[in-house]
């Protein structure tokens, strides 16, 4: 069965819904143990062929709002550029684990962080688009600030061909935090990413080593999209 077969329903009430565009992605192999060890108990790494995979994602985000509200003015559009691996939780479900996740929004900043304890950072984040060409800067103002960022060039390239891997590192229907001694889990539903191919023009970054993971082996793989709408429901305790 496909991993996008989990994305027909969003059990819950819809609370949240959000846009995200000129998406990026860049993965790279680990060890499973080396990102095992950075997760709290309950918590399984996921992997494909044995690896583990760490994602480093720069995209725009639209259109934040909470479910039947308007966006404010001041988060219709701005750049996120997370840090990720791939988990199962103690049930099985495979999730997203959050290592970090930078926005140039001190609000939305605190208010995951008290919520639901995602990892949010405070940063200065910028995209530029020049014909296929998308350039992605980040630079952490908090916490932990010093010297921890990022500068991305990737060029797209021709529509991607569907494959297993693709869909292990994107068919994902819930992210999982800790939050007060507890796990939660947050699902979401959108379509289906269309995928293209993507080349790295320019990289240079420290924030998967900020992370606590060695530095990444070899050119990672990428892949570009031009985004998906997502809508959340409510985050719920799942057991550790």
């Known amino acids: 069965m496909s991993d996008w077969d989990g994305a027909a329903a969003l059990p819950g009430r819809p609370i949240l819904t959000q846009r995200w565009r000129e998406v990026t992605f860049l993965h790279w192999r680990y060890r499973p143990a080396e990102v095992q060890q950075l997760l709290p108990r309950g918590v399984r790494v996921d992997t494909f062929d044995g690896d583990a995979w760490v994602g480093l994602v720069p995209f725009v985000m ?86 921890t960022g990022a500068a991305i060039e990737v060029e797209v390239g021709e529509p991607a061909e569907e494959d297993e891997l693709a869909e292990f590192l994107t068919a994902r229907w819930a992210a999982l935090t800790s939050w007060a001694g507890r796990l939660l889990r947050s699902p979401v539903t959108h379509e289906r990413w269309p995928l293209a191919s993507a080349e790295v023009r320019w990289l240079e970054q420290s924030m998967v080593q900020a992370a606590g993971l060695p530095d990444p082996a070899g050119e990672p793989l990428v892949h570009f999209s031009p985004g998906v709408t997502a809508v959340f429901s409510a985050p719920a305790s799942t057991r550790a």
Do not use: I, K, M, Q
């Open 62 to 147: 639209e259109g934040l709002r909470p479910v039947g509200v308007p966006a404010l003015p001041h988060h219709r559009r701005f750049v996120e550029v997370n840090v990720r691996t791939y988990v199962r939780d103690p049930s099985g479900r495979p999730a997203v684990w959050f290592f970090s996740l930078d926005v140039p929004l001190l609000d939305v900043v605190a208010l995951a962080r008290a919520s639901v304890g995602a990892r949010y950072c405070l940063a200065r984040a910028t995209h530029a688009r020049e014909g296929g060409r998308h350039r992605y800067a980040l630079t952490r103002r908090w916490p932990r600030a010093s010297h």
